[in-house]
Nanobody
Framework: QVQLAESGGGLVQPGGSLRLSCVASGNIFILNAVGWFRQAPGKQRELVAQITTRGNTTYADSVKGRFTISRDGADRTVGLQMNSLKPEDTAVYYC???????????WGPGTQVTVSS
C-alpha cells in the first residue's frame, strides 16, 4: 500500500510564493506518476500538475509558467513550487499517485492554500 502526506500550505498575498511537499511511504515502486490536484469550494477537484517516474511533467493551462513540479531527494518527495499566486489559486491541494496508468485512491488529507490580501 502507498500513503501520501501533503504539507506546506498557508496564507499568502497575491503575487507571492509557496512550496508544497508530498511525501510518499510504502510500496512506492509500483507508482507511475505523482500528481498535485486542487479543489476550491463549490468546484470539482482538478489536476494541476503531474510528474512521471521518467521525469516528464504536465501542467494545467491555468498554472503553466507559474507552478513547477519536481522530485526531491530520494524520490519519496514530490514538490510543487507555486509562484505569482493569484486569488483563484485558493483551494485545498492534494497529491495522489498513479498505478498502471490510472490515478489511485491514495489521497492525503490535503493542505489549504489561501491567496488573499
Amino acid at each position: 500500500q502507498v500513503q501520501l502526506a501533503e504539507s506546506g500550505g498557508g496564507l499568502v498575498q497575491p503575487g507571492g510564493s509557496l512550496r508544497l511537499s508530498c511525501v510518499a511511504s510504502g510500496n512506492i515502486f509500483i507508482l507511475n506518476a505523482v500528481g498535485w490536484f486542487r479543489q476550491a469550494p463549490g468546484k470539482q477537484r482538478e489536476l494541476v500538475a503531474q510528474i512521471t517516474t521518467r521525469g516528464n511533467t504536465t501542467y494545467a493551462d491555468s498554472v503553466k509558467g507559474r507552478f513547477t513540479i519536481s522530485r526531491d531527494g530520494a524520490d519519496r518527495t514530490v514538490g510543487l513550487q507555486m509562484n505569482s499566486l493569484k486569488p483563484e489559486d485558493t483551494a485545498v491541494y492534494y497529491c495522489n499517485a498513479a498505478v498502471m496508468g490510472h490515478w489511485g485512491d491514495f489521497w492525503g488529507p490535503g493542505t489549504q492554500v489561501t491567496v488573499s490580501s
